[in-house]
């Protein structure tokens, strides 16, 4: 069924961005309801707001226990990195927890060899998300119901981005294999964009092209900042960027087709047909995260 096409009263398309080879376009979808008591699970660590913690003394290594203090709905974004405790772990999917509720998650490690606690038994926010392609081979994991081969796609997706910035980490961390790889990146690329209000946007050249949406401009910025490390570790080619054709792209987004699947918390959450790997998820039927790889 579509649900998209009637969230939206029109799209502007800003001026686009290259990060490298890789193409950055920014979108801004004008909003017919927004959700004003939603925020993102950086926002509530920078306010001490959130707990995320390791289950019971031994600890799971597919699901933490995320504490909601405030007020506030809570949006956990996927592919969200998460640091510390026993091992370094990302959001299998996102997830909305209600104020003042406690709510256990789906995670996938992103840190093969580590289990132990070294600076404390609570998780911290990170500087990394999980990359494009390894991101699109969990959704479509996830789409055929194959969840028990997701871990070990994660823990390969790693191992190929170690090798192909012949770069190596002890534990096999994700988030140290990106830093390490900085002579393919340049921080400064988000200095370019940090001025520009967008709630979504288009990435071509680091796999396969894909567009991203968030409900509120700022979490949608701090996301980027994030994802930039990956993009350019994932991209294909360091000199060529890929052309798109960027109308098309929110074209097919818009008209896309998607089938609702079990939620973790109190989200909606649907998954695209197995042409255009996506999920995205609502809240009180507004739509709060979508990806969609075209």
Not at 45 to 74: A, H, P
Not at 84 to 106: C, D, L, T
Not at 193 to 219: C, L
Not at 274 to 280: E, H, P, Q
Request: hydrophobic share 35%; glycine share 4%.
């Amino acid at each position: 069924m579509t649900i998209l096409n009637i969230q939206f009263d029109d799209v502007h398309f800003l001026n686009d961005v290259k990060f490298g080879s890789i193409k950055f376009q920014p979108l801004k979808f004008l909003f017919k309801n927004k959700p004003s008591n939603l925020k993102s699970m950086d926002q509530l660590f920078e306010e001490e707001l959130v707990s995320v913690e390791e289950i019971g003394i031994d600890g799971r290594v597919e699901e933490v226990n995320v504490k909601n203090f405030s007020k506030d709905f809570l949006f956990v974004p996927d592919g969200e990195a998460i640091v510390g405790a026993k091992q370094n772990r990302i959001a299998e999917r996102s997830v909305i927890i209600a104020p003042y509720f406690s709510q256990k998650i789906p995670v996938k490690c992103v840190e093969q060899y580590r289990w132990n606690y070294e600076e404390g038994t609570e998780f911290a926010k990170s500087d990394f998300v999980l990359h494009p392609k390894a991101r699109e081979e969990k959704a479509e994991l996830l789409k055929k119901g194959e969840n028990s081969k997701i871990q070990n796609a994660v823990w390969n997706n790693i191992s190929n981005l170690s090798e192909k910035h012949e770069v190596s980490c002890m534990s096999m961390d994700l988030g140290d294999i990106l830093h390490s790889s900085k002579k393919y990146y340049d921080f400064d690329y988000f200095d370019r964009i940090k001025d520009t209000n967008f709630n979504a946007y288009i990435v071509s050249g680091a796999g396969r092209t894909y567009i991203e949406f968030f409900y509120d401009d700022e979490v949608c910025k701090r996301h980027v900042k994030k994802s930039i490390k990956g993009w350019m570790a994932d991209a294909d080619d360091l000199t060529r960027t890929v052309d798109i054709n960027k109308e098309e792209v929110v074209k097919s987004f818009i008209k896309s087709e998607w089938k609702e699947e079990d939620s973790i918390s109190i989200e909606q959450a649907f998954s695209s047909d197995l042409k255009n790997s996506g999920r995205c998820i609502f809240l009180a039927q507004n739509l709060i995260h979508a990806y969609y790889y075209v």
